[in-house]
């Protein structure tokens, strides 16, 4: 039984460029979280999906950033014109029966 | 929102030696779990652990709700073990995803 799939595991942008990150729940699971680990710090809640609906949304910044669970295919969180502040690692997570699992990550680096 | 604490913030062991990890929170909440982030980066569940105790391995937990604690215990630490162990709780039924995570603890076992 696969884990919480992440792809890619490793991303560098360019300033102003955009990044795609997308996660695979597991199999199952229909909820879907995202959230950023600044370096030192723990993770932060961005936001929850369900299939084709946003459930809660308020950890996302106003700009740039936006996510999606369509009713075929991953999640994707998408990150628009990036920023050396985006430099983060994102991970994804899905949930069943009120425990989480997370996916291995994504480390985006912006140059 | 609700606060979640972790002690100690740093602990180094020998090889052998035993662990407890604590993990305070500010309001009551309903779903608490632990997680091991080694050093790739990888958030490895260790227990869902809303109230009582379990035991896993040389791993055990224990969360006493009425009083907002929850301890983490490590016996026969190995190099292993090393990394970073994050306490992380839900305040509202959001399907278990939504979670609060303390700031961690690092852990360093020396051979």
């Known amino acids: 039984n696969a884990g919480v799939m992440q792809n890619p595991r490793h991303l560098v942008r360019r300033r102003g460029q955009e990044a795609r990150l997308r996660c695979s729940p597991m199999?199952?699971?229909?909820?879907v979280y995202w959230y950023r680990q600044l370096p030192e710090e723990g993770l932060k809640f961005m936001v929850y999906l369900q299939k084709e609906n946003i459930i809660d949304e308020s950890g996302m910044p106003k700009e740039r950033f936006s996510a999606e669970f369509p009713k075929e295919g991953p999640s994707i969180l998408r990150i628009q014109q990036v920023v050396r502040g985006d430099s983060a690692a994102y991970f994804c997570?899905?949930?069943?029966?009120?425990?989480?699992?997370f996916g291995q990550g994504t480390r985006l680096t912006v140059v | 929102g609700i606060q979640v604490e972790q002690s100690p913030p740093d602990l180094i062991l020998q090889e052998g030696a035993n662990s407890t990890l604590r993990c305070n929170f500010s309001?009551?909440?309903?779903?608490l779990q632990w997680f091991h982030q080694n050093p790739w980066g990888q958030l490895i569940n260790l227990f869902y652990?809303?109230?009582g105790t379990k035991q896993n391995g040389r791993l055990s937990a224990t969360t006493v709700a009425t009083e907002r604690y929850s301890l983490l215990y490590i016996s026969s630490s190995q190099t292993t073990d090393s990394g970073v162990y994050f306490c992380a709780v839900e305040r509202n039924y959001n399907q278990g995803g939504k979670l609060i995570f303390g700031q961690g603890t690092e852990l360093s076992v020396k051979p």
């Open positions: 309001d009551s909440v309903n779903n």
């Open positions: 997570a899905s949930s069943r029966d009120f425990e989480a699992f």
């Open positions: 652990i809303p109230s």
């Open positions: 199999k199952g699971h229909s909820h």
